[in-house]
């Protein structure tokens, strides 16, 4: 089942990233898709999972502060592929990328 994140104007990463021309951090994005990831495991496998590895990720487009992006997962917890995309533009992609989980 595909996640919407959305990160808020006062989020404390954005204060230094970048003053003026707010962009969310690739790394905090990161963060949450692997959270998301390990939750997407969970519901569709059953048990607690926790995203160990991010082989390959691809970052596409900046992502701004109060826009939403959509996140779906396909393939197994060894090789879980991601896609995150604009929620208001499905076209748009922000970024893709393999993780990999262990159950926990």
Do not use: C, Y
Request: aromatic share 6%.
């Amino acid at each position: 089942m595909p996640r919407e994140l959305q990160f808020s104007d006062d989020h404390p990463a954005l204060a230094g990233h970048f003053p003026g021309n707010p962009l969310v951090p690739g790394v905090v994005l990161l963060d949450r898709v692997m959270v998301e990831a390990g939750g997407h495991l969970a519901e569709r496998d059953g048990g607690h999972w926790r995203i160990t590895q991010a082989p390959a990720v691809k970052f596409m487009r900046p992502l701004r502060p109060g826009e939403a992006v959509t996140v779906s997962f396909d393939g197994s917890a060894e090789k879980l592929r991601f896609r995150a995309t604009l929620t208001d533009d499905p076209d748009t992609i922000i970024a893709t990328g393999t993780l990999a989980g262990i159950r926990e």
